[in-house]
């Protein structure tokens, strides 16, 4: 069965520094793997994908992910985190590039 | 223009009711998807459809009945509706590159 975990319930940084959303998957075969953002009260918004190709993904607003096959994990990361930022994030894993299995979620907090 | 539109935004029902759930897509995707996410905020898939065909159907209560009338549109019927079906419904598109694109959910509360 597919299965994604994100460790952190929710992560604290200062705006300015770098930031990490970690997420390990569980799948069988090659895995579709993604970030989504949530603000409050709004839909999921796609924010990047690795599908194949180079492990390190760009994606929107900054933020770039890194694919470990070998730790089966997928991070989220952006070098300098910004208060707008804030937010729930959640990684998910597709089996066969249709359903999104998903993380439980990870808020992220940016203080000034 | 909005990419994955649904109406209506709340919804507010008492027990036993039963209501609907309408999106649209105008991306020109083929496969559709419904999603609920509960009050700790994980998300589930319920069911997805792929032009028009039902393609997943997660283990969803019977009182739940996904409709396709053409690609664009999926909707969600909900028969005799409980209290644990509050939650928030996110309905979502994919094309060929996989990513899904979601509507701006439909906030379900049943009392």
């Known amino acids: 069965a597919q299965s994604v975990a994100q460790p952190e319930d929710q992560v604290n940084v200062a705006e300015g520094n770098p930031l990490t959303v970690k997420c390990t998957y569980s799948?069988?075969?090659?895995?579709?793997l993604f970030w989504y953002v949530q603000y409050p009260n709004r839909g999921l918004q796609f924010l990047l994908k690795?599908?194949?190709?180079?492990?390190l993904v760009k994606g929107s607003y900054g933020f770039e992910a890194e694919f470990n096959k070998s730790q089966t994990s997928f991070h989220l990361k952006k070098p300098s985190a910004l208060v707008s930022d804030s937010a729930l994030y959640f990684c998910?894993?597709?089996?066969?590039?249709?359903?999104?299995?998903f993380g439980a979620g990870t808020i992220l907090r940016v203080k000034s | 223009d909005t990419a994955v539109s649904q109406t209506p935004k709340y919804l507010v029902t008492q027990m036993g009711n039963d209501k609907s759930i309408k999106c649209e897509q105008n991306?020109?995707?083929?496969?559709m998807y419904w999603y609920k996410q509960d009050s700790k905020k994980f998300l589930k898939i319920m069911f997805s459809?792929?032009?028009?065909?039902?393609?997943i159907n997660e283990t969803v209560p019977n009182r739940f009945s996904p409709k396709s009338p053409d690609k664009a549109h999926l909707n969600l019927h909900i028969n005799s509706l409980e209290l644990g079906d509050s939650a928030v419904y996110f309905c979502?598109?994919?094309?060929?590159?996989?990513?899904?694109?979601f509507g701006p959910g439909t906030r379900l509360t049943v009392t």
């Open positions: 979502a598109s994919s094309g060929v590159h996989y990513e899904q694109y």
């Open positions: 799948v069988s075969g090659n895995p579709y």
């Open positions: 690795y599908i194949t190709g180079d492990n």
């Open positions: 998910a894993v597709s089996p066969y590039g249709n359903k999104l299995v």
């Open positions: 991306l020109g995707h083929d496969t």
């Open positions: 459809y792929n032009n028009k065909e039902l393609i």
